[in-house]
Every structure is written in C-alpha cells, then in structure tokens.
C-alpha cells in the first residue's frame, strides 16, 4: 500500500494512500472537531466543521484524501472562528434550551460550543415552530434539536439496512423523515433497533421516558456493532 | 481602597442564578469586606443607583419593566455579566417565542389551556405589559462578561467575581463554562481548553 507524507500543523507525518485528512490527522494525535461524522458511517461533510486549511485552501478533512507533500494547517485563526460561528449558528437555527434538555451533559453540540469557547450567541435565534414526535413506542425525535447531520439516516441506511429515514425539505423547512414522512410509530421500515438514537449527537433522537439530562447515546455499543459489521470481530 | 460596589439584577429568571450566589458559602463574607452591594434582591434598596461597579443580571428581558430597568442598569453601571442562561440565551423564559408574540401565548394560557377558560388580565400599572420577544441581554445592551450555566455554580460565580476585583481579563472558557450544566457536562473533562479568548462582543 502506498504512503504518502503530509505536513499537519507543521508535523511530517505519513498517511495510507485512500486515508482521509481526518483519519490520518486524528492517528497522528491531532484533533480536528467535528459533528456529521461518526467513524464507521460514509463521510458527508455535512457540518464543515472539520475544514482545514491545505496548501491555503479550505477543505473539509472527512471527505479530502491525503495526498503527497500537502501542507496542512488544521487550527488557524480563520479556522477557530468559522468554527465557532458554525456552531453559534446551529445553536441559533432551531431551538436549544439546554437547561431542560434530555441531552443535556451528553450532547455533542453543547460539548463543541464549550471547546470552541461560545459563551453566547451572536445571531439572532430563528425560533421556527418544530414538531415532536412521539408515535414510535421506544424512541423520541423532537426536532427542536436537529443539527441535520443525517447521522441517523446514514446509520440505519449502511449498519442496520433499513433505511427508515430521509430528509425532506429545504432551508429552513429542512427535515429529517421516517418512511415517506409518516409518523415514525407508523412507518412499517423501523426495526426498532435503536442505532439512530444511539448516532444522534444531539437531544433530538432520545429514548421515551427519559428525562433532563437522562438521555446517554450508547455510543460503545454503536461502535462495536459498526465493527463487528466492518471487521468481522465480535465482541462476546 | 473604596469599597467595591456591587449590584444583582433579576429580570426574567427563576432566582436560581441568584442561589447560586448564595452557594459561594464562606467567599460571600470575603466578598463582604471588598465589596458593598448596593442592590439586589438580596437588599432592601428599591431604585437602581448610579456609579455601580459591577452588575450580575439575572433572567432574560420578557416585559416592558425589564427593557427600562436594563437600559437603566447599562446606563449605570461599569461591569456588566450577564448572569446564568435566561440572561445568555433565553433559556427557558424564551421558549414562548415560538408561539409568535405576546397575545397568542396569553391566550394560550388564560384561554385555551385554563380550566375553567378564563379572560386575558387587561394590561394595567400592576402587571408590566409583555413583551412580544423574549431577549438575551445582549440582545438590548452591550454586554461585557458571558456567564452562562443553569444556573453557572457558586464556584464560577466566585472566580468571575475574584477576576473582576483584581481588574483581571476574564476569560471563564477555561473553566468549563456550558449553557445547562451546572459547571461542566458530564465527560467534558478531556476537551482542550478554547483556542482563543471568549471575550469579544460583536
Ligand atoms: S441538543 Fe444539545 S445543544 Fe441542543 S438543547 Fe439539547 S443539550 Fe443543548
Ligand atoms: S430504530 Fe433502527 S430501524 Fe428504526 S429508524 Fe432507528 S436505526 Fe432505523
Ligand atoms: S435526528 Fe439526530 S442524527 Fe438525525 S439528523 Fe438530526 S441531529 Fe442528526
């Protein structure tokens, strides 16, 4: 397998030919935020927040392939700041009250505004009016905390093949669906297997019945399934 | 040294900001000798002074009595921390923004979902008239210091407050602050520190 030799913030390293900016930057030890992404699951470089600047250009690591002698630089100023004004704007396109939210303390969004040092909002919140669905027996989507990272539709499309939801819908009417857009209690697809609940970065896919806080996404178990999936390497 | 002089403001919150406070314990009797607090609820002083040094408001901007105490604040205070997430965000006092302005969350209210269905107050000199919009204090006045946390812990409050008398930048996202959590979320712990200093309001 070929090898290429990068530069990541003024650091040689040497990369696999095929690996991702991401990849290869997160085995050197370096790390770049991220939100869409979740190992195991095909890369969309929904969220960009993982853009990095290489030979001075932006782009977005999880979907940028190593190449030889690149020149990376992964957290410049103009990095950290549209970072931050990424996530201030997810913050401000639905709406987020944390304080009595299932996530939170376990919500990836709240965790990336905590590093990337956003102590307020400078945009105005949009406050759209946003539907709760509660007809699926075990699970909950409230799409008041939706960040659209089609985590959930990537994983019950490639690890449990169901392929229960989509996104419908533009800009602000934006949407994540189950089946064609029926009640997630009704669509006849879902398995009830779970795997969404447990990719969701935010609050809006938890389990019923939990409550402030109380909603913990499983993520180990996500991880081995995708391996056991992946690798062939079961975990008894 | 003069006295520091010290205020605490509630608007649209729940007082769990201003527990919080009292959470700081022992600091408070520290706080006592550096610091005068010439108002809060804590006090029994009824008109906002002038030349206060530093000022925690509490809550989020929901009625017109809200909007002339700020302004009023702004005008007469050095320092001011928006205190807790209502102050920050919103929070919990916004949620009725969805329901589009001030008359369908009174009808919702007093109407649709009171039982027997009552009539809407008639806005009067006692209950201040509501606002259409609930604001994050940043959003009427410029705002100095970010101090978010539902509500943030008497230990923040503490070193936001140790900071401010020794005339020292604040920069708190070194100590974990997070819209919610009391303090930190839980599994925060291996986040570096932010990459750059928080301060700035644009
Ligand atoms: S989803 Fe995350 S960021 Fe949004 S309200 Fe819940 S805890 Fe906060
Ligand atoms: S529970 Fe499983 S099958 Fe149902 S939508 Fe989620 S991932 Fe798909
Ligand atoms: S429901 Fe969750 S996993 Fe699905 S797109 Fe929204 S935030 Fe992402």
């Known amino acids: 397998m070929a090898v290429k030799t990068l530069s990541v913030d003024g650091q040689l390293i040497s990369a696999r030919e095929g690996q991702t900016l991401l990849e290869a930057a997160r085995e050197a030890g370096i790390s770049i935020p991220t939100l869409c992404h979740l190992d195991g699951l095909n890369a969309v470089g929904a969220c960009r927040l993982c853009l990095v600047e290489a030979n001075g250009r932006l782009l977005p690591s999880c979907l940028t392939p190593v190449a030889e002698e690149m020149d990376v630089q992964t957290q410049t100023d103009r990095l950290q700041r549209y970072r931050k004004q990424i996530v201030e704007l997810l913050f401000a396109e639905r709406n987020h009250v944390c304080s009595v939210c299932v996530a939170n303390g376990n919500c990836e969004l709240q965790s990336l505004a905590m590093r990337l040092g956003v102590d307020h909002l400078r945009y105005e919140p949009q406050e759209p009016e946003c539907e709760v669905d509660l007809s699926h027996e075990r699970y909950g989507l409230d799409h008041n905390r939706c960040v659209l990272c089609t985590r959930c539709v990537r994983v019950c499309d490639e690890i449990e093949g169901a392929h229960t939801w989509d996104v419908a819908g533009r800009g602000t009417h934006c949407r994540v669906i189950t089946d064609l857009h029926q009640p997630w209690g009704d669509a006849s697809t879902c398995t009830s297997c779970g795997k969404c609940v447990m990719a969701c970065p935010t609050g809006a896919l938890f389990h019923r019945g939990s409550s402030v806080s109380e909603n913990v996404h499983d993520r180990e178990t996500l991880h081995a399934l995708i391996l056991a999936r992946e690798e062939k390497q079961w975990l008894v | ?202």
Request: a negative charge.
């Open chain 2, 1 to 202: 040294m003069a006295r520091l002089r010290l205020a605490t403001v509630w608007l649209g919150g729940c007082s769990g900001c201003h527990m919080s406070f009292l959470d700081m314990d022992e600091y408070l009797i520290d706080l006592a000798e550096i610091a005068e607090v010439v108002f809060s609820p804590l006090v029994d002083s009824k008109q906002y002074p002038e030349g206060v040094d530093v000022v925690l408001v509490e809550g989020a901007v929901c009625n017109v009595e809200h909007l002339e105490m700020i302004r009023r604040v702004r005008a007469n205070s050095r320092i001011l921390i928006s205190f807790g997430d209502c102050a920050v965000t919103g929070n919990v006092s916004a949620i009725r923004n969805v329901q589009g302005g001030a008359l369908p969350v009174l009808e919702r209210a007093y109407v649709e979902l009171s039982d027997p269905s009552g009539g809407i107050p008639s806005p009067s000199d006692i209950v201040p008239k509501l606002l259409d919009r609930v604001l994050p204090v940043h959003a009427v006045v410029k705002v100095d210091t970010f101090l978010p946390g539902c509500p943030p812990s008497g230990p923040m409050i503490r070193t936001a407050l140790e900071k401010v008398l020794t005339g020292e930048p604040i920069d708190l996202m070194e100590h974990h602050l997070s819209f919610g959590g009391y303090g930190r979320p839980k599994g925060s712990e291996h986040l570096p520190a932010s990459p750059s200093s928080s301060q700035s309001h644009s």
